[in-house]
T-cell receptor
Framework: DAGVIQSPRHEVTEMGQEVTLRCKPI?????LFWYRQTMMRGLELLIY????????DSGMPEDRFSAKMPNASFSTLKIQPSEPRDSAVYFC??????????FGPGTRLLVL | AQSVAQPEDQVNVAEGNPLTVKCTYS??????LFWYVQYPNRGLQFLLK??????LVKGSYGFEAEFNKSQTSFHLKKPSALVSDSALYFC????????????FGQGTTLQVKP
């Protein structure tokens, strides 16, 4: 089992550019979560899906953020346009039913 | 509303000494409680969970946690700390409403000195 896969691992971009983060959950898992981690705000849940359907997006900071899960093996988190305050580590996690969440290695985003 | 509190930003212990990382929670219904560890530049790793049953739960790397319903606590413990245990520890709770969402605490940095 390869675990949760995230790409890219690091992303450096300029303010105003579009950023797309990708996640492949563990095969068979029916929940997928996107988190953001910063020193100031800690670990924040942005959005989560169940069976590819968004269940709770109340943590999405603003309209610049969007997430999709077109199928059970792929999800994207998009930021358009990006801003320096979006700089953070973004984690994807998946779980089977409501059991423990398995986290990916994260994407470290720096917006200049 | 569900919430988790980790009252200590940092815990310092000497290698070989016992360690405790504190966690209290607030949830309606029966809680599902978790501990995760995060090493530098890594994702969170699952340590242990309490769903039901024995109040003392054993997990990975020699860690254990004690569920105390009356005190609404779920403290993480280890009898003898290792320098390699130094990391960021997160407590999380899920209410029994069958949502997949976990509520995480703010994290506690554990520093084990040789």
């Amino acid at each position: 089992d390869a675990g949760v896969i995230q790409s890219p691992r690091h992303e450096v971009t300029e303010m105003g550019q579009e950023v797309t983060l990708r996640c492949k959950p563990i095969s068979g898992h029916d929940y997928l979560f996107w988190y953001r981690q910063t020193m100031m705000r800690g670990l924040e849940l942005l959005i989560y899906f169940n069976n590819n359907v968004p269940i709770d997006d109340s943590g999405m900071p603003e309209d610049r953020f969007s997430a999709k899960m077109p199928n059970a093996s792929f999800s994207t988190l998009k930021i358009q346009p990006s801003e320096p305050r979006d700089s953070a580590v973004y984690f994807c996690a998946s779980s089977l039913n409501v059991r423990r969440q398995n986290f990916g290695p994260g994407t470290r985003l720096l917006v200049l | 509303a569900q919430s988790v509190a980790q009252p200590e930003d940092q815990v310092n212990v000497a290698e070989g000494n016992p360690l405790t990382v504190k966690c209290t929670y607030s949830v309606s219904g029966n809680p599902y409680l978790f501990w995760y560890v995060q090493y530098p530049n890594r994702g969170l790793q699952f340590l242990l969970k309490y769903i039901t049953g024995d109040n003392l739960v054993k997990g990975s790397y020699g860690f254990e946690a004690e569920f105390n319903k009356s005190q609404t606590s779920f403290h993480l413990k280890k009898p003898s700390a290792l320098v390699s245990d130094s990391a960021l520890y997160f407590c999380a709770v899920r209410g029994s409403s069958n949502t997949g969402k976990l509520i995480f605490g703010q994290g506690t940095t554990l520093q084990v000195k040789p």
